[in-house]
């Protein structure tokens, strides 16, 4: 199995497959947020991770995009090192190194914010690479 690909079909066709799969908000909600970092970041590489995590990546991962029975989270996995001045962060605010936002049904987010961390990361990302 190549890096990056899942039985199945590509790591894109795997989380299209679990939006369709969801076929509730949860679904439109990761839907919205993957399109939002692919807004963000047109260089984005969907991967599928730890047996269905979608997972998006640019000079190492960015964010994860689970989904649970009452959220969508949104984690990233540098987090603790983003300036986060829209306080989009609401979830695993303990950690040295990640930070989550958690979606419930009915909430929105601040899309240009969460564009700016989804930016912020791959910078950040990028930085620790030239190092």
Not at 20 to 26: A, F, K, P, Y
Not at 97 to 119: H, N, Q, S
Request: net charge positive; hydrophobic share 40%.
């Amino acid at each position: 199995m190549k890096k990056g690909r899942a039985k199945g079909g590509s790591p894109s066709e795997l989380i299209d497959a679990r939006i369709e799969e969801l076929g509730d908000w949860r679904g439109e909600t990761l839907a919205r947020l993957r399109a939002l970092v692919r807004q963000a970041d047109p260089e984005v590489v969907e991967e599928w991770k730890w047996r269905g995590v979608p997972v998006w990546s640019h000079g190492g991962i960015i964010c994860t995009g689970e989904t649970y029975k009452s959220v969508v989270k949104m984690t990233f996995f540098k987090g603790a090192s983003l300036k986060d001045p829209a306080r989009l962060f609401n979830s695993s605010l303990e950690g040295n190194a990640r930070r989550a936002i958690d979606i419930r049904e009915g909430e929105t987010i601040d899309e240009a914010a969460l564009k700016a961390l989804v930016r912020a990361a791959v910078a950040l990302n990028e930085s620790a690479a030239r190092r």
